[in-house]
């Protein structure tokens, strides 16, 4: 495990290691291993390798050309998770709500955003989404995660996407949505902590 700059200039800030902060950021470290499944751990139900999870290939193969996958579409439809996000993106331009932290101003890169917000919603961790990104870096997707993805602005973004929503014209068979619209707010702030990791305001402690 390798473990960040800034995490090994605090170890050795007195040019010698400071041994509880070497443990404390491995730990870390293993937390985000694990949340991503970069190490699995045997025996685990929750850490457990993720390919134990997968249909072994040949049966995938079997079912693919019997086209008894039962995936609800095509077998030959190809539909790439990033593809969609961007298609979303699109409809919404709910990317430009991530603004940066202090000018306030939209991402410049919005592949850079997706991606960011891919890696959240994944687990997958910056390293992991930039290897399955084209033409971005880790470098990027963390300085997205730092300056751009935060609670403010996944909520500023879901708004951006209700509002597409009550547009379209499948709304008006809906109606307003005022009787439900105070439960769907608590399971959409619900969300939003869960994305970003923070737990929900009744949780704090004062």
């Known amino acids: 495990m390798r473990l960040s700059g800034g995490a090994r200039a605090s170890i050795f800030a007195d040019r010698k290691s400071d041994r509880r902060l070497y443990e404390i950021a491995t730990l870390a470290v293993l937390r985000e291993k694990l949340r991503s499944r970069d190490i ?68 410049r890169n919005r592949s850079t955003i997706l991606a960011a917000v891919l890696a959240d919603a994944t687990n997958f961790g910056a390293k992991r989404m930039a290897e399955a990104s084209a033409n971005v870096s880790e470098k990027q997707i963390g300085w997205a995660r730092q300056f751009h993805v935060r609670p403010e602005t996944y909520k500023a973004e879901q708004t951006a996407v209700t509002d597409a929503h009550s547009v379209h014209p499948h709304a008006s068979l809906w109606g307003a949505g005022v009787s439900a619209a105070e439960p769907a707010l608590v399971l959409s702030q619900r969300r939003i902590d869960f994305v970003t990791r923070q737990p929900p305001a009744q949780y704090h402690r004062p």
């Open 40 to 107: 699995s751990v045997e025996g685990s139900r929750t850490f457990s390798p993720f390919a134990d999870q997968l249909m072994p290939k040949a049966a995938f193969e079997e079912k693919k050309a019997a086209n008894a996958l039962n995936l609800g579409v095509p077998g030959d439809f190809d539909l790439y998770i990033t593809d969609l996000l961007a298609e979303v993106n699109g409809w919404t331009g709910f990317s430009d709500r991530f603004t940066q932290m202090r000018t306030l101003d939209a991402a």
